[in-house]
C-alpha cells in the first residue's frame, strides 16, 4: 500500500468548497481506506494510530487559542463574504486537523521498516515520471505554442484540474484548462506557482538525496554509473519543468533548489553540476539577448516583473494585520478581512483588487505572515521550536551514525533521508515568502515521512 501514498497526491482537484481542501480530494478517502486495509492486514498496529497525551495537549492548545482568536474577531467583523464566519471557520480548522491526524496515521501503519521507507520513495519517483509523461510535457507543447495536445491536455482538464471559482474578467480556464488558457505549465494544480511548490518542495528534495548520496533505486540498471546519471537526468528535468511554468516562485525556487543541491554535493557530481550550470548560465543570457520568448517571459515574472500591486499590498495588509494582533492572530477564516481593512489605498486601483478580492476575500500571498496573522506568536513560536527539535534530532542521528557499524544502519540511506528532510525545511521556508499550502497531502505526507524515519533510526540506535 505504501507505493500509492505520494503518487495518489498529484490529484488535488477538489470537489467541494464546503470543507477543508484536503478533506475534498480524492486522496482524503483514499488514505481512510489505505489505514482500514492495513489494520486488517496486520490488527496489533492499531496501537500506532493513538497519539501521545504531549499530541492531544498541542491539539488542545491550538484549538483554544484558534477559538478564542475567532470569537474576537468575529465580534468585530460579524457576518460578511470575506470571512468564512464564526461556523464555518471551525468546520475548516477541523478538517485541517483531521488532515494531519490522517496523514500521520497513513504513515504510522505504512512505513515500519527501512525497505518500506525505500518503497515509499521509489514510489514515488516512479509517480513522479508518469506524471511528468503524460502530464507536464505535454503542457509544456502548449507553452511553446504547439498544440498537437491542446485537446489531450484539455480532457485531463476537464476530469483532474483544480480550478479557483471563475467570474467574469476573471477566468483562468476560458481555453479548456489553465495551460491552455494561460501558456504555463500547472500540471493539476490551480495555477503555475502551487506546481513549482509541489516539484520544489517534494520531489527535488528527494532527488537530491539520492543524487547525493548516490542511491541505488532501479533494479534493472546495473551500473551505480547509469543509476546516477539517470537520477541526476531527472532533477534536471524536473528543475526545467519549474521554468516552463513562467513563474516567479518556479524560477527563484530552481535557482535555490540548485544551490542546495551543489552545497550537498561532492566530488565529481558537484563538479559536473557546477560545469553544468556555468555552460547553462552562458547559455541562458544568450537566449536572453537573442531570444525573444526567453527575453519576454525572464522579464515578465523575474526582471521586470508587472502587476504586482496586490502581492507587495497583500503582504503589507498581512504585516499589519499580525502587528495589531501579535499575540492570538486573527484566527482561521478571518485573515482576508483584516487583510483588505489594511491595505493600502496606492495598490487597490486594480481590477483584480476591485472586482474580485474586494468582493469575495483576498488570498495569503505571502504564506509565512499568513500564519503569524492567523495563529499569532503563541501558536507559530511552539511550532517552529518543535521543528526546529526535530532537526537538531537529525542532525544527532547522523553524528551518532558516523560511529555505528554498517550491518546495525544503512547510512548511506539514512544521510539521504537526512539531506532531503533538511533540504525540505529550507524550501519550505524559502516557498513561505510566497504561497505554499503546507496542509495539503504531499507536504504532510512527507513530513511525517521524515519524523517516522528519525523515530526509527533513534528506535535503532538505541539498541
Not at 83 to 106: D, M
Not at 212 to 241: A, D, E, M, Y
Not at 372 to 394: C, D, E, H, K, Y
Amino acid at each position: 500500500m505504501v507505493n500509492f501514498l505520494l503518487p495518489i497526491t498529484f490529484f488535488s482537484k477538489t470537489y467541494s468548497y464546503s470543507v477543508a481542501e484536503p478533506m475534498a480530494m480524492v486522496s482524503f478517502p483514499f488514505m481512510i481506506i489505505v489505514i482500514l486495509i492495513q489494520l486488517y492486514r496486520f490488527p496489533n498496529r492499531i496501537k500506532n494510530l493513538i497519539p501521545t497525551p504531549k499530541a492531544f495537549f498541542l491539539a488542545a492548545f491550538v484549538w483554544f487559542f484558534q477559538l478564542l482568536a475567532m470569537f474576537l474577531s468575529y465580534r468585530k467583523t460579524g457576518e460578511t463574504l470575506v470571512t468564512w464566519g464564526l461556523l464555518h471557520s471551525p468546520i475548516t480548522l477541523a478538517g485541517w486537523t483531521l488532515a494531519v491526524y490522517i496523514a500521520w496515521a497513513v504513515i504510522q501503519v505504512t512505513v515500519i521498516t527501512e525497505k518500506d521507507e525505500k518503497q515509499f520513495i521509489k514510489a514515488g519517483i516512479i509517480g513522479l515520471l508518469f506524471y511528468l509523461i503524460f502530464v507536464l510535457f505535454p503542457q509544456v507543447f502548449l507553452t511553446v505554442h504547439l498544440n498537437i495536445f491542446n485537446d489531450y491536455v484539455n480532457l485531463l482538464a476537464k476530469f483532474f484540474e483544480e480550478r479557483w471559482k471563475s467570474m467574469p474578467g476573471y477566468d483562468f480556464y476560458s481555453n479548456g484548462s489553465y495551460s491552455a488558457t494561460q501558456l504555463r505549465v500547472n500540471g493539476f494544480e490551480p495555477e503555475a506557482s502551487y506546481l513549482a511548490n509541489l516539484l520544489s518542495v517534494t520531489y527535488i528534495p528527494i532527488l537530491i538525496g539520492i543524487t547525493v548520496t548516490g542511491q541505488r533505486i532501479w533494479l534493472k540498471i546495473n551500473s551505480t554509473k547509469l543509476q546516477l546519471i539517470f537520477n541526476v537526468s531527472i532533477t534536471f528535468i524536473v528543475l526545467l519543468i519549474l521554468i516552463f511554468a513562467k513563474t516567479t516562485t518556479g524560477i527563484l525556487a530552481a535557482i535555490v533548489d540548485y544551490f542546495i543541491w551543489i552545497s550537498w554535493s561532492r566530488g565529481a557530481l558537484r563538479k559536473s553540476i557546477l560545469w553544468i550550470a556555468f555552460i547553462g548560465m552562458i547559455f541562458l543570457i544568450a537566449a536572453y539577448l537573442k531570444i525573444g520568448v526567453i527575453h519576454n517571459m525572464l522579464n515578465q515574472f523575474l526582471f521586470a516583473k508587472q502587476g504586482t500591486d496586490n502581492r507587495w499590498g497583500g503582504t503589507i495588509g498581512l504585516a499589519l494585520t499580525f502587528l495589531s494582533h501579535p499575540i492570538l492572530g486573527v484566527g482561521t477564516g478571518f485573515t482576508s478581512y483584516f487583510t483588505i481593512e489594511n491595505f493600502p489605498i496606492s495598490a487597490s486601483q486594480n481590477f483584480e483588487f476591485q472586482h474580485v478580492y474586494s468582493q469575495t476575500g483576498f488570498p495569503i500571498l505571502s504564506e509565512f505572515l499568513g500564519w503569524l496573522s492567523t495563529f499569532g506568536m503563541i501558536i507559530v513560536i511552539p511550532a517552529l521550536m518543535l521543528l526546529v527539535n526535530l532537526i537538531a534530532r537529525s542532525f544527532l542521528i547522523e553524528s551518532q551514525l558516523n560511529g555505528a557499524t554498517p550491518e546495525l544502519v544503512d547510512q548511506s540511506w539514512s544521510r539521504s533521508l537526512h539531506i532531503s528532510f533538511i533540504s525540505m525545511i529550507i524550501l519550505v521556508l524559502f516557498s513561505s515568502i510566497f504561497i505554499i499550502r503546507i496542509y495539503l497531502w504531499p507536504y504532510l505526507l512527507m513530513f511525517f515521512f521524515y519524523r517516522k524515519h528519525i523515530m526509527r533510526l533513534e528506535e535503532e540506535l538505541k539498541q
